[in-house]
Structures are given as C-alpha cells and as structure tokens.
C-alpha cells in the first residue's frame, strides 16, 4: 500500500473531504439555492425566483438532492391550503455561510457582473 492510499489523498495532494465539497458546490444551481435558503423557510416559488434562469424541474431535483444529504429540511404543513412546502438550511448548510459572504467579497472585486 503506498502513502498516498494510507492518507486517502488524491494524486494532487488534496483532502477528499474538500473534494467532495467542491463537486457538491459545483453541481448547477446548487450554491444559488443554498444562497437563498440562508435567511429564512422559503417557499418552492420563492427560491425560483430568486435563482434566475433555473427550471422547476431541476430545482425540485437539486431541493431533494439537498434534502438526501442533509443540508435542507422540507417541511410541510398539510393543515394549510394550499398546503405549504417550506424549505430551509440545516446546521450543516449554515455552515456555509462564511464560504458564500468570502465568495461574494471575491466575486465583488474580480468578476464581471455579466459575463454574456
């Protein structure tokens, strides 16, 4: 067994705990909806909006995605009608909100804000 198996680290030395990270991260869509997730319960609706150009389809399949790994919660409240869906943020997802606040300070300074 060579070193590079004990350790479980990629041929580049990096830590596969990080590189899991950043494919979760990198998944389209997904750093979006958790940046509109990070205030409040937000309905189905609302996160469509506030993620510009992303199809119901896809946002119903990154929400449950995101639900499986157990960075949102889905809550519902059958007692309403309609009945009301809400998502939100566990612990783990809030976790990231020093990434995104860096994210954003980085995007701020280097990136064109439309990039057409």
């Given at each position: 067994m060579t070193e590079q198996t004990a350790t479980h680290e990629s041929p580049a030395g990096m830590c596969?705990?990080?590189?899991?990270?950043m494919e979760l991260l990198a998944r389209r869509w997904?750093?979006?909806?958790?940046t509109a997730l990070q205030e409040r319960p937000t309905r189905f609706s609302?996160?469509?909006?506030a993620v510009e150009g992303v199809s119901?389809?896809?946002?119903s399949q990154r929400l449950?995605?995101?639900e499986e790994i157990g960075m949102i919660e889905r809550k519902?409240?059958?007692a309403q009608r309609p009945v009301l869906v809400e998502y939100s943020s566990?612990?783990?997802a809030c976790e990231f909100s020093p990434v995104f606040e860096?994210?954003?300070n980085w995007a701020e300074k280097w990136m064109p804000a439309n990039r057409d």
């Open positions: 596969p705990h990080y590189k899991a990270a997904t750093g979006l909806i958790l609302e996160i469509s909006s119901d389809r896809m946002l449950v995605e995101l519902v409240d059958a566990t612990e783990m860096a994210l954003q």
